[in-house]
């Protein structure tokens, strides 16, 4: 879609005007915006996923102003008790296709940047109280009320001694009562309070930003396997010492000049991010097929329906390089584009798999990072 399109999603903004009034700067509210938010996800399968040991779930209770956090996975009991109490799960994009179309509706924003989408259900009355968070998100209701209200104030003091981030001193500025479809964007750092009228779902699109000091630690990590410092540590100057356990300032000197010899380019910077920000998180487990077909078999099937790739799946590329789920992919330069279009829109049709595709994603079919489509009705 052309950057300038008017977005129903965006209340009629074009992806160009959002990203430059609102994205990481101010607030959108757009009622109706995701009208299919309540086919994402319904509470059966929130209450099933919430017991699922492989999802990332928490559930907050607030008990006479006591609040409590339980990690998941979570019993039935913690389900159907009494009182104002939510429960979150993370990612549930990897488990149901509806999430993750919700989640590509995004994607005029960089798969770099996106992350996942969580779900929460809440009795009336209940929330994850008044905080702010420091990522942008996108929350769209899928069921019930819930009423947020905002602040975009400056201080963000926070409550001592809590097992949630709680502020200290609340000031709503907005309020919205949200209705299913209904979407809210806040910004890193915009305080607000969501609390379920009703019984309610809220979905949120997050996103991800590390940290420097996290890019910069992986990125030493990245380039201690590619360091290319040739030669041995020399000091034919070397004086006479009676101080022998001293590191002296010579060697210092010495080893910081060699050390200034380490050299990095946008190129490598470009390596490293598509290898990094394309690992999957700790928790995630690919399922690879349990009877696989040999090549040929699967270069002939791939062809009749196509191929997508797995929910969990990450596949970044920077024009030159692709990579998989943490790994560099063996690309034939004529292949390239074809790969790309893959990672962009996450499948591909049979008529674009010619047998040396077929071949170069094979592994990635063997190890369950992408399926075969399925057949047509
Ligand atoms: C929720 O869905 O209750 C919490 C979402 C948020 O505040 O970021
Ligand atoms: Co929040």
Redesign the pocket.
């Known amino acids: 879609m052309p950057p300038d399109t008017a977005m129903p999603l965006l209340g009629g903004l074009s992806a160009a005007d959002f990203m430059s009034v609102h994205w990481q700067k101010r607030p959108l509210f757009v009622p109706g915006a995701v009208p299919q938010a309540a086919g994402v996800i319904d509470v059966e399968t929130l209450f099933d996923l919430a017991q699922h040991p492989e999802a990332q779930t928490r559930r907050i209770a607030c008990k006479a102003d006591a609040w409590t956090v339980d990690p998941g996975p979570l019993r039935a009991r913690q389900l159907a008790a009494k009182g104002r109490w939510?429960v979150?799960v993370q990612g549930i994009n990897h488990f149901l296709p509806e999430a993750d179309a919700l989640l590509r509706r995004f994607a005029f924003i960089p798969y770099t940047r996106l992350d996942d989408v969580?779900a929460?259900y809440?009795t009336p009355g209940g929330?994850?109280g008044p905080?702010y968070?420091s990522y942008d998100?996108f929350?769209i209701q899928a069921h019930g009320i819930r009423r947020w209200q905002i602040s975009g104030q400056p201080d963000r003091e926070l409550l001592p001694d809590q097992p949630l981030k709680l502020m200290a001193d609340f000031r709503p500025e907005q309020t919205f009562e949200c209705k299913p479809g209904d979407l809210l964007y806040l910004p890193p750092g915009y305080a607000?309070d969501?609390v379920a009228v009703d019984d309610c779902i809220?979905l949120?699109v997050g996103f991800r930003a590390p940290s420097h000091a996290e890019l910069g630690r992986e990125f030493l990590f990245w380039l201690a396997d590619r360091i290319d410092l040739p030669g041995l540590y020399a000091d034919p100057d070397l004086l006479p010492t009676s101080e022998p356990s001293r590191v002296d300032a010579g060697m210092v000197r010495r080893v910081a000049t060699v050390l200034q010899g380490i050299r990095w380019d946008d190129d490598a910077v470009a390596g490293f991010l598509c290898q990094y920000l394309s690992e999957p998180k700790p928790h995630v487990v690919f399922d690879p097929p349990e009877d696989p077909l040999g090549a040929a078999a699967f270069a002939r099937d791939a062809q009749r329906h196509g191929v997508a790739l797995d929910l969990q799946t990450l596949m970044l590329h920077d024009g030159v390089q692709v990579f998989c789920n943490g790994e560099p992919l063996a690309v034939p330069v004529a292949l390239l584009p074809a790969l790309c279009r893959l990672a962009d829109r996450r499948f591909l049709e049979g008529a674009d798999l010619v047998r040396a595709l077929t071949d170069c994603i094979y592994p990635l079919y063997l190890a369950g990072h992408l399926h075969l489509a399925e057949p047509g009705p």
């Open positions: 939510t979150l969580m929460s809440a929330g994850v905080h968070d998100v929350l607000h969501g809220t949120s």
